[in-house]
Every structure is written in structure tokens, then in C-alpha cells.
């Protein structure tokens, strides 16, 4: 269940046990990708569980809406990039899921995410309302829930290029995907002794790829589509099982 679709009413009636609550980003995703390609992942993934959960299990699940803006300091450098500082991301989020609990609101809540800047904060926001017996809380990262695919993760690269043609093939713009592959960079940050001196993504890509894009196709991406929703309904289970 949408909360941005439904009434109040529709809410409480559903009385439902489990919410997810998708996480992503705007930040330049090369030349090809829109600036919302985190977060379109997160909500289509947060989405498609939803509904096989539901339909497996006949209980409601409760999706919020996608929260936009995240921790994308490092791609200060290309236009349309929006970021919020790690504490004021840790408290919106801590907040949103506090106000999704209270009351008769669900037990268990999974933060779907689909940044890589903001696993850290999501991991140790869930720590705190867990422990302070909020909710149940998990953070679920789509792309480290893909088996073999997840070694390709770049940056607007083969994985979320396959998942945006196979969710939002009209937001990839095809004409621009080889200068996307030609100006950008096939390794994440600038390595040295096991450092990554690189604290901007300007340092090591000229337009903020990271990864051949011509390796996702919408098929993959399918597939990718796939994994994760099976993996999020996997986690959904066992958030729901806890919480009895």
C-alpha cells in the first residue's frame, strides 16, 4: 500500500505489521542517467516487494514515500547534485520511521536504499530505533543483494544503466551512452596503499561514470530487478518474523 495513494482510513483498516521506506539520491549519474537514478531504483524495488509479499502472504505492507536527497557530498561537482550532511540525513530518517511507527504503526520497518554515500548512516540509524525498541529496523542496499552482479557495481554503470532500461527506458538517454563509457572511469576513487585519496568523484571520473554502461541491458536488468525483490522479500519475512 502507497501512504502517498491512500487515506488514513485505508491505513489503519489495513492495520499492516511491516513497512519499507525506499532511500535514494540526486546526483549526477553521467551523461546518460538521470539525476534520480538512485532513488527511482529504490522506490521500483521497494514497490515490486511490496506486492510480492502481499500476494504471498495476504498481509499489507506499508510503502512510504521515497525520500529523495541523501548523502552525495561527492558528487558536488556535476549540476543538479543535491546533499545533506550525514547528521541531518540520520535525523530525517530516524524521524520519518519514528512518525511511521507511532501508534498503531507496523513493528517492522526496512529501509530500502539505492546510494552507496548513504549505508553507513542508514546502518547506524536502524542500530538506534532498534535499540530503542522503536521498530524493527533493517537497511537493504539493492545492489549488494544481486549475487555475482554485485562486483560490477560503478557508479551510473552496467547495473543501474540495466535497471533504469528495463524500469525508465525513457529516461536513458542512448544517444550519450558512449560518451558516458569514453569519459568515464573503470575503477571507484584513487587508491594507494590501500587508501582511497579520493574524497570527490571529479578526482577519478571526467563526467561521473564509473563503469562500461553498454553492459546493462534491459534485460539484466530484469534480472537485477528480479534478485533483489526476491532478496527483499526474503529480509521482509524475517523482519516479520522477529516482530511477532
Known sequence: ????????????????????????????????????????????????????????????????????????????????????????????????????????????????????????ALREVAARLTRDETALVAPFTWFEAVGEHSSDMGHAGPLETALLRHEHPELVREDRVDDARENGSERWGDWVSGVNLAYDSDQFTENGVVGDPDEGDAARGAELAELATDALVDLLEAVRERTD
Not at 88 to 96: L, S
Request: no cysteine; glycine share 12%.
Open 1 to 120: 500500500m502507497r501512504l502517498a495513494d491512500a487515506t488514513w482510513t485505508d491505513v489503519r483498516d489495513a492495520d499492516a505489521d511491516l513497512a519499507v521506506l525506499p532511500v535514494g539520491s540526486t546526483e549526477g549519474h553521467g551523461p546518460h542517467a538521470p539525476l534520480g537514478t538512485d532513488s527511482l531504483a529504490a522506490e521500483a524495488i521497494a514497490e515490486a516487494s511490496a506486492d510480492a509479499y502481499e500476494k504471498g502472504t495476504g498481509e499489507s505492507v506499508l510503502v512510504a514515500p521515497t525520500m529523495p536527497v541523501g548523502i552525495s557530498e561527492e558528487h558536488r561537482a556535476f549540476d543538479g547534485t543535491l546533499w545533506v550532511s550525514p547528521d541531518t540525513f540520520r535525523d530525517y530518517v530516524r524521524e520519518v520511521v519514528e512518525s511511521l511507527a507511532a501508534g498503531n504503526g507496523p513493528d517492522g520497518v526496512v529501509l530500502v536504499n539505492g546510494h552507496g554515500g548513504n549505508v553507513d
